[in-house]
């Protein structure tokens, strides 16, 4: 039987990121076996078949000129083990969704930072499962996957399987991933703090970050000033005192308040200030169900770089003194935050501790930019996959030291490339998609 299709060319190409597109096709099943008839029907036509969360991804990632699969209607919890804190929740669930829905039961995620547009199938598969270094004893709180392969059978990888760490940062090639198994922890209150710092004490004082369950900082790429952020949890406080959304009246008004103040300061630096974004210069206490609301969404960095925390002092000299010779004037905002090692074969903080550098250009300084991204690439930094991605299989090999596992398991679970487009074929050195 042909599968149901909604044919809604307008909106893939507003929403499935990475630029204009127009799949033949694009469906958004709400049930399971549709998105199985969904993947059988790209099968036996030779098609292919790219997934998208929210399609938010400013890599290519979801471009496809046959079929795109949108799990926006695929979303809510399933199964929730309170004893154990495993919960298992549709891979289209925004991540406000899910936390609200974790905060009804008491839960929320070990790991902070989670922005609240995108789905929880497009974060892991990309490889963003939060970050923090303090509380975050185990950078990722994915426990299973369970996914729709290139055949349309159902198959799951159970947390104690050694495929789990390779598949799980997956960028939608392996199949359709259609249920996360995250484990949780106790919901808590939150309380984000704001302060001035210098960045030679951060960068020499890389410790006093792991006290915290997530730090970022703020830094124009000039002088030593930065602005930090820290944010931990803190024991729930009674219903009463709890914090509310951020856009109740009182934030608001404080937010305006901030604005002004913002807009004082000398001229030169007022481009790059006005990109940080509000919610880092606000401090704020909110209940885990408004957790994402702490968090930057992707509107922030037209650059992205992980690279070894130990790394980065030295990285980032190198980077003020060019910029600083380009310019009197700060150009550039540097966003840094922290994720301890991982295991994830295509994580960007696979094996080491990791400094995430997300770099924002003022209009016009395309050459700053573009000397920054060269510094990144020669220190031997990962690429978010977020971010379009230039390098060639053999360098990203370099760079992921489990390329190759993946790779190996990639052609083992979709030897005709399904789920590849001509970007992703690109990155894995296929020739024909
Ligand atoms: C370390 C790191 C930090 C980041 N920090 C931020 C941040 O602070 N703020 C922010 O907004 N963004 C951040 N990003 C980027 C952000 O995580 C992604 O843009 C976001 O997850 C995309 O979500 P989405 O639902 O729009 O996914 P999409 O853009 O829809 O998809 C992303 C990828 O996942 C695949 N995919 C999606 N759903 C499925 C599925 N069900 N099955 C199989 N594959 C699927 C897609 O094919 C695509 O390859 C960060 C990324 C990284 C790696």
């Known amino acids: 039987m042909k599968p149901l299709r909604l044919v809604r060319r307008g909106?893939?190409?507003r929403r499935a990121g990475g630029g204009e597109h127009a799949p033949r096709f694009i469906t958004t099943p709400a049930v399971l076996e549709q998105i199985q008839r969904e993947v059988a029907y790209a099968a036996e036509t030779g098609s292919h078949l790219r997934v998208a969360g929210r399609g938010h991804t400013r890599a290519p990632m979801c471009r496809c000129d046959d079929g795109l699969l949108q799990l926006s209607r695929f979303t809510g919890l399933e199964e929730v083990d309170?004893?154990?804190?495993?919960?298992?929740v549709r891979a289209g669930t925004r991540m406000a969704q899910l936390a609200r829905e974790l905060a009804g039961y008491g839960m929320m995620l070990p790991t902070l930072g989670w922005p609240g547009n995108e789905s929880i199938g497009g974060a892991?598969?990309?490889g963003s499962y939060g970050l923090g270094t303090g509380d975050n004893r185990h950078a990722c709180p994915v426990v299973g996957?369970?996914?729709i392969g290139a055949d349309g059978a159902l198959f799951s990888i159970g947390a104690q399987e050694a495929?789990?760490?390779v598949a799980r940062v997956s960028l939608g090639t392996l199949g359709v991933l259609t249920h996360v198994g995250l484990r949780c922890v106790p919901a808590t209150h939150m309380r984000a703090r704001v302060a001035r710092g210098s960045l030679s004490a951060a960068l020499k004082r890389v410790e006093?970050?792991?006290a915290h369950d997530y730090v970022e900082w703020y830094w124009h790429a000039h002088g030593d000033d930065i602005r930090i952020r820290t944010i931990d949890r803190r024991p729930r406080r009674p219903p009463s005192q709890r914090g509310r959304p951020l856009d109740s009246g009182a934030a608001r008004l404080r937010s305006a308040a901030l604005r002004l103040a913002d807009a004082l300061p000398q001229v030169s630096r007022r481009l790059p200030r006005r990109l940080i974004p509000e919610r880092a210069r606000v401090p704020k206490d909110v209940d885990a169900a408004y957790s994402w609301q702490l968090f930057a969404d992707s509107s922030l960095g037209s650059l992205g770089y992980a690279l070894p925390v130990s790394e980065l002092g030295d990285v980032l000299e190198s980077l003020g003194g060019v910029m600083r010779a380009l310019d009197p004037r700060d150009r550039v905002l540097l966003r840094v935050r922290y994720i301890c090692a991982d295991d994830g074969a295509l994580s960007p903080a696979y094996g080491q501790e990791t400094a995430v550098v997300h770099l924002t250009a003022a209009e016009g300084a395309r050459e700053h930019a573009e000397a920054a991204g060269e510094i990144f690439d020669r220190a031997g930094a990962r690429p978010l996959w977020s971010m379009p991605v230039e390098h060639h299989a053999a360098d990203l090999a370099a760079r992921f030291p489990l390329w190759e596992d993946f790779a190996t398991l990639r052609a083992d679970?979709?030897?005709?490339?399904l789920f590849l487009n001509d970007y992703l074929a690109g990155l894995f050195g296929?020739?024909?998609?």
């Open 163 to 165: 495929r789990l760490p």
């Open 430 to 433: 296929v020739s024909e998609p």
């Open 124 to 126: 892991v598969s990309i």
């Open 11 to 13: 909106i893939a190409r």
């Open 208 to 210: 006093a970050t792991r």
């Open 413 to 417: 679970l979709d030897p005709r490339g």
């Open 82 to 88: 309170a004893v154990h804190g495993i919960v298992w």
């Open 145 to 147: 996957l369970r996914m």
